[in-house]
């Protein structure tokens, strides 16, 4: 494997204004979990500058995080993230369509409504344009001031 320093950015970090959306691309999966951290505080830096709580995350180039990573993003993470920016966050996670089906299979799957109660909001796709449109589902309509 090549060391570090030749490797492309783990995460590439998008704002998309036209769509509401903070597109993040991962672009590899870590031989080691603790790398992610340093991004997802990136991530979470760039939509309190930019004031943005709608998340599209592609995942189809890194595999579902190890329990632990999963346990800081659901109970740590996502609810301060949500705390910074005072509003509901909401996280689109795009996967390859087998690796979804995998995802939705798997026996401690949480469908989205099991986060109806959390500060965040989570559903997981297999295809872009339908994580777009959750996504855009849960923005605020033009000129609603919320």
């Known amino acids: 494997m090549p060391d570090s320093s030749s490797l492309p950015p783990l995460l590439e ?3 998309r204004p036209d769509l509401g959306v903070l597109l993040g691309r991962w672009r590899y999966q870590p ?22 709580r709608f998340w599209l995350q592609d995942l189809r180039r890194r ?39 995998q ?3 798997a026996p401690d799957y949480a469908p989205p409504e099991a986060y109806n109660d959390a500060p965040y909001a ?12 959750w996504l855009q589902a849960h923005q605020p309509a033009p000129g609603s001031g919320a």
């Open 31 to 52: 031989e080691q979990p603790a790398a992610l951290r340093p991004c997802y505080q990136e991530l979470a830096d760039v939509a309190v500058a930019t004031n943005c």
């Open 122 to 133: 989570l559903d997981f796709f297999g295809e872009e344009g339908a994580a777009i449109r």
């Open 103 to 105: 995802i939705v299979e």
């Open 63 to 101: 595999a579902s995080p190890d329990q632990q990573t999963k346990r800081w993003l659901l109970e740590d993470y996502y609810p301060a993230v949500a705390r910074r920016l005072g509003q509901r966050l909401y996280v689109a996670y795009l996967f390859s369509p087998a690796m979804h089906r």
């Open 13 to 15: 970090l998008t704002s």
